[in-house]
Every structure is written in C-alpha cells, then in structure tokens.
C-alpha cells in the first residue's frame, strides 16, 4: 500500500502562484510514477502532469507553459508548481501512484490517491 498526502493547496488571485507537495508513504520504489490531477465541481477528473523517478515527465497540453510537475526520490515527494493560475484552475487537486515507469495523465492508470487539496482562484 502506498499513502499520499498532498498540501499547499489554498485561495490564490488571478495570476498569481501556488506550489503544491505530496508526500508518499509506503511500498514505494524507483519503478513506479506519480501524477497530479484535479477536479473541478461538474467536470471529470484530468490529468495534469505525471513524472517518474527516472526523470521522465509529461505535463497536460491544457496548463503547459504554466505548471510544472518536479519529484524528490530521496524525500519521495512530488510537486507541482503552479503559476499565472486563472478561475478555471479551480477545483480539488489529487495526487496520484502507479507503479511502473510510464509517465500517464490517465486516472484509470494509478492504483492510490490522496485526498486531495482545494485550489481557488477568484479575485
């Protein structure tokens, strides 16, 4: 079992920044990747960005150039930062794990998630 714990979520300005962090707990090892993906009230869940310990990463077409996915493997810690957010940002962000190496904004794909952290972005 692998646990997830995301933070840094939390009520940002048009344009402005967020860094979001998760934390894994568990069986984890080099041979697996993680993702984040959110959800915003209505809609269904997308994938944002995935990246593994390798160094391989992909980031969604709909936020690159904005977000960007870094991971820790000595800390097993995952990020995403977050710039020039605007209100369809908004919604419940996940953190995600799946073990294997392929990189994937897939939900279907990932076998533990974390609660999840709210992100607003209003004026």
């Known amino acids: 079992e692998v646990r997830l714990m995301e933070s840094g979520g939390g009520s940002v300005r048009p344009g402005g920044s967020l860094s979001l962090s998760c934390a894994a707990d568990?069986?984890?090892?080099?041979?697996?990747?993680m993702g984040w993906f959110r959800q915003a009230p209505g809609k269904e869940r997308e994938g944002l960005a995935s990246?593994?310990?390798?160094?391989?990463?992909t980031v969604a077409d709909s936020v690159k150039g904005r977000f960007a996915i870094t991971r820790d493997n000595a800390e097993n810690t995952l990020y995403l930062q977050m710039n020039s957010l605007m209100p369809e940002d908004t919604g419940v962000y996940y953190c995600?794990?799946?073990?294997?190496?392929?990189?994937?904004?897939?939900?279907?794909?990932?076998?533990?998630w974390g609660r999840g952290t709210q992100v607003t972005v209003s004026s």
């Open positions: 990246a593994n310990a390798f160094g391989d990463s």
């Open positions: 568990g069986n984890t090892d080099n041979f697996d990747s």
């Open positions: 995600a794990w799946r073990y294997g190496t392929v990189v994937s904004l897939s939900a279907a794909q990932y076998k533990y």
